[in-house]
C-alpha cells in the first residue's frame, strides 16, 4: 500500500550502493513510501518489487520493517548493519528483541547461511527472511529463522521449513505476540531464580590460558563483592597489539550473543578498556559493557562510608570518565574550526567536560583540606611519642580480623574483597601505660587502577608515618606470589620500601600444617590464624622486639637514660 507518510534521502540507502543510476536511487527510495499490514510478515507487492530491484540490480536488495509495517531501513547487498538512528530508536536487551524484521532477496536458491543467523541473534531482531529471486524476477522460495528464549536446550534460534512464497500464511501479529510472551515468562523465570544481576566475564590478553584463568577467578570475585551472578566465563588469546574491540569483530559478536542468550544483564572484561575500545563496543551493542577498573569503582562506591572515603571515590570515578566522554562526530564540538562552528557558546560534550574537570578540582582541594587534617593529627601523635604499625597486604586477606584480635575492637570484617576502604586506627595498649596505634587501611589488588592511586594517596599516605609495615598475606590463595608481588610494587610506588616490613601468613588454618610451615620458611614469614587468638605469640613476640628497638632507638637519639624496660603485649582474648 502506497502513503505519502514521509520521504527519505540517499544517506539511509545503506549497503553496496556504489555505481546506482540515479533512476534505481529513485526506485530504492520510493521502498520507503511502502507499508506492510500488521499481520503479514512482508506483503506480495513490496516482495514483488523487491524481485524486480533485485533482477535489475544483479545484488539482493532488503528492507528493515518496524512493527507497524513501515520501512525503516532499505539496505543493498548482503552486509546487514543498522544505522544509528535506528539502533537508538529501536533498543534491544538480554529480556527483549528489537522490534524490527529484516527481509531480504538473494539471486540464488540457497538456505540461511551461518552469517545470517548470526545477525538474526546479534542484532535480536524479531525474524529475519531471505526470499530466492529466480532470473525472470519469479519468487522462489522464502527461508526464515527466529530466536528463542533464553537458555532454550541448546538452541539460540530456531530455522523454519523453508516454503514456496505464495503459501507463505503466517499471521505475523499473532506470532510476534506469542513469541515475546515466551521471552517475557522465560525473563520472569531467571529473573526470579536470581534476584540479581548477571554478567558473563571476559578475559582477552597475550597471557597463557592458566593466567587468565586465575585473574577469572579473582575478577569472579570482585562481581560477587558487587553482588553480580556470574553466569559464564570466556577465555581468548589475542595477539600482541591494539584491537578494535579488544577481541575481534567477529568473536565480539559472539560473546555478545552468549549475553544475549544466556540472559546475562552485562560483560565484564578483566582488561581496562580504552576509551576507544568503550565506544567502539557501545556502537556495536546495547548490552552493558564495563571493565575490571569500573567495576572496581564501582565496588569503592558502595563502601566508602566516611566523607573522606566518597570524595577519594567520586574523584577516582570522575578521572576515569573524563578521557571518556563523548560524542558522535564532529557535529558536537565547535573545536574542528571553520564555517558553522564559529560562534558564542560550547557543545554539550565539551560543557560536560568542563563540568567533569570543575568538579575534579573541587574535589582535589577537598582532599588536600582532609590531607592537612591528617598532618595535624599524625603531628599530635608523633609528639606523644606512639609507635604506629600499619596493616597491609592484598585485599581480603584477614587485615580487619587481625585488627579486631589485637586491638579487642568491632571494625567490620566480612568475608568479601574490598570490605575496608576507609583508615581505621586503634589503639594496643603496653603495660606501664605505653601504647601502640595499629592501623588497618585499603587492600591492594593486582594492577590497581591509577585512578584509585592517586585518589586514596591521601589515605595511603597513613603509611608513611608508620614505624612497622605487617605485610599479610592469605596463605590459603592459590596465587600466593602474584598477590606478594602485587603489594610490594605498590608499597614500591608509593615510596615506603624503607619502612621495616614483616610478613605474616594468615588463614593458616585453611592449609595442612606441613604446607603452612614449608611457606613460611621459604618466605620468611610467621604464620598465624587470626581465628585462632593462640596462633599470635610468634607474631607478638616479634612485634615487642620491634617495639623495643624503636623505644631504644629513640632514648638513644634523645640522650636519656636506658632503663631496661620489660615491655610485653598483653596477650589478646
Given amino acids: ?91 534491544a536487551g538480554s529480556r527483549a528483541l528489537r522490534g524490527l524484521r529484516c527481509i531480504r532477496t538473494q539471486l540464488h536458491d540457497q538456505p540461511l547461511n551461518q552469517e545470517v543467523l548470526t545477525d538474526l541473534a546479534f542484532l535480536r531482531l524479531d525474524l529475519i527472511g531471505i526470499l530466492s529471486v529466480a532470473a525472470d524476477g519469479q519468487l522462489g522460495h522464502f527461508y526464515m529463522a527466529h530466536l528463542l528464549p533464553p537458555n532454550s536446550p541448546g538452541q ?16 505475523f501479529d499473532e506470532f510476534i505476540q506469542n513469541l515475546e ?13 536470581r534476584g540479581k544481576e548477571s554478567a558473563i566475564l571476559v578475559s582477552a590478553s597475550t597471557n597463557s590460558r592458566v593466567e587468565q584463568e586465575e585473574r577469572l577467578t579473582e575478577l569472579a570475585e570482585l562481581a560477587t563483592s558487587a553482588d553480580v551472578m556470574v553466569i559464564d566465563r570466556i577465555v581468548q588469546r589475542i595477539p600482541d597489539g ?42 556495536m551493542t546495547d548490552i552493558k559493557v564495563i571493565d575490571r577498573t569500573q567495576l572496581i569503582l564501582d565496588i569503592f562506591a558502595r563502601r566508602a562510608h566516611s566523607r573522606e572515603g566518597k570524595v577519594q571515590v567520586e574523584l577516582a570515578q570522575l578521572r576515569y570518565l573524563l578521557p571518556r566522554l563523548s560524542g558522535r562526530g564532529t557535529q558536537l564540538s565547535r573545536l574542528g574550526g571553520g564555517i558553522g562552528t564559529r560562534g558564542p557558546g560550547e557543545s554539550k560534550l565539551e560543557t560536560d567536560r568542563r563540568r567533569v574537570r570543575d568538579r575534579i578540582t573541587h574535589l582535589e582541594q577537598e582532599l588536600n583540606k582532609f590531607a592537612r587534617h591528617q598532618n595535624r593529627r599524625r603531628s599530635r601523635r608523633g609528639r606523644h611519642g606512639l609507635p604506629v604499625v600499619s596493616l597491609v597486604g592484598y585485599t581480603n586477606a584477614g587485615k580487619s580480623t587481625l585488627l579486631n584480635v589485637l586491638t579487642q575492637s568491632q571494625v567490620s570484617a566480612q568475608n568479601r574483597l574490598f570490605e575496608t576502604l576507609d583508615t581505621t586506627s586503634r589503639r594496643l595498649r603496653f603495660p606501664e601505660d605505653r601504647e601502640v596505634i595499629v592501623t588497618d587501611t585499603v587492600g591492594f589488588i593486582r594492577d590497581l587502577p591509577q585512578e584509585l592511586v592517586g585518589a586514596f594517596r591521601t589515605t595511603l599516605d597513613e603509611l608513611r608515618e608508620a614505624d612497622l609495615l605487617l605485610h599479610v598475606v592469605d596463605v590459603s590463595a592459590a596465587d600466593v606470589d602474584v598477590q606478594i608481588t602485587a603489594v610490594v610494587a605498590i608499597l614500591e610506588e608509593l615510596q615506603l620500601t624503607a619502612i621495616p616490613r614483616v610478613l605474616v601468613f594468615n588463614k593458616c588454618d585453611r592449609v595442612l600444617s606441613h604446607q603452612g610451615e614449608l611457606l613460611c620458611r621459604r618466605y620468611g614469614a610467621i604464620g598465624i590464624s587470626a581465628l585462632q587468638p593462640g596462633t599470635l605469640r610468634p607474631l607478638l613476640t616479634q612485634l615487642e622486639s620491634h617495639v623495643k ?4 632507638s629513640e632514648r638513644q637519639t634523645a640522650g636519656s637514660p636506658q632503663p631496661d624496660d620489660a615491655l610485653a603485649l598483653a596477650t589478646p582474648p
Avoid at 530456531?158 to 503466517?170: G, N, Q, R, S, Y
Avoid at 510472551?181 to 531464580?193: N, P, R
Avoid at 574491540?245 to 580504552?274: C, E, N, P, W
Fill in 549 to 552: 628497638a624503636l623505644l631504644f
Fill in 156 to 171: 539460540l534460534f530456531k530455522v523454519c521449513k523453508a516454503l514456496p512464497f505464495h503459501t507463505l500464511a503466517i499471521a
Fill in 1 to 91: 500500500m502506497l502513503t505519502n507518510e514521509r520521504r527519505t534521502p540517499i544517506s539511509n540507502l545503506r549497503g553496496h550502493i556504489t555505481g546506482l543510476r540515479a533512476s534505481q536511487v529513485a526506485a530504492l527510495e520510493r521502498l520507503y513510501r511502502r507499508r506492510v499490514a500488521n499481520d503479514a510478515i512482508i506483503s506480495p507487492d513490496l516482495a514483488k518489487i523487491l524481485g524486480q530491484l533485485t533482477v535489475e540490480l544483479r545484488r539482493p536488495v532488503g528492507v528493515v520493517l518496524t512493527r507497524r509495517g513501515q520501512v525503516q531501513e532499505v539496505i543493498i547487498g548482503t552486509e546487514l548493519t543498522l544505522s544509528s538512528t535506528t539502533l537508538t530508536l529501536f533498543r
Fill in 242 to 283: 591494539h584491537q578494535r574491540y579488544l577481541l575481534g569483530s567477529g568473536k565480539m559478536k559472539d560473546v555478545l550473543i552468549q549475553t544475549l542468550h544466556r540472559g546475562a544483564d552485562m560483560v565484564i572484561f578483566d582488561q581496562t578498556l580504552s576509551p576507544a575500545q568503550l565506544r567502539a563496543i557501545s556502537d
Fill in 181 to 193: 510472551e515466551e521471552l517475557q515468562q522465560a525473563s520472569t523465570h531467571y529473573a526470579v531464580g
